[in-house]
């Protein structure tokens, strides 16, 4: 039985067959629309989300399967004191795969070591968001046509931004890629990705508080937003959010074939009049989340259209 805790727990060769498989589902989708036919995904979020929980709902109907599941944590038994641990073991008996968000780091990890059937991590907390980071590569696969030999920028929350720190990991095993990093003094990349992943790694980074500086540059720009759930402090919150805003203007030195990604829900950081720019590739990020987790899902349950 396999989980996806890390995006580490994939083979970069694994995610290439992940890549093929959502490639050839966004072509001949009729052919996978009853591959999970019999099987049930449930999807435990402990934590509010949208794109997420809606993506694997729609990618596992897709492929002709059901959903069952919760929302929020005091839709559970967890609100009368149930632990994560037998909610999840509860949860196998009835459903083949699970999908769960947690706001403790670590919790998908700890259920998968009581769950029956594969577990799935759908973020938790700031440390790994393991599926947004395959949607991301798909993406950039699909707009760039590799997943090497180019400059990408992660701009904003890059301290809690679980998916800046999932897509770092991923891109750390694939060949010439430049990572820029622009971030507030406070909310920098932490100490044991630069030095555990890009300086083990020998890889070539550099870290900017300077958005403007860093634009003509770059191939990929990572927009994040600053995480309000993730301060105990909101007077840091209300001094931090507003420092990056992506606008019409500031992309005027950026590259013509810049692929602009955001992992949302967005606030303040892209302004709406960049969405019709051509180089604006998030809501193409949106639609590529259920192709990826429909290929993710069917690895785990070892099924083929």
Known sequence: MRNLIDI?????EEIDQLIATAEDIIDRPEAYAQVCRG???????????????????????????????????????????ETVADTIHTVSCYADIIAMRHPKEGAPFAASLRSEVPIINAGDGGHNH??????DLLTIHREKGRLNGFTIGFCGDLKFGRTVHSLVNALSRETDIKFVFISPEELKLPDYLKENVLERNGLL???TASLEEAMPQLDILYMTRVQKERFFNEADYIRLKDTYVLDPEKLVPAKEDLCILHPLPRVNEITVSVDDDPRACYWKQVKNGKYIRMALIMKLLDLKA
């Open 8 to 12: 580490t727990d994939l083979t970069t």
């Open 130 to 135: 393991p599926t947004q980071t395959l949607t």
């Open 205 to 207: 980074y550099e870290e």
């Open 39 to 81: 099987k049930q995904l449930a999807t435990l979020f402990f934590e509010p989300s949208t794109r997420t929980r809606l993506s694997f709902e729609s990618a596992m109907l897709a492929l002709g399967g059901q959903t069952l599941g919760f929302s929020e944590a005091m839709s559970s038994s967890t609100a009368k004191g």
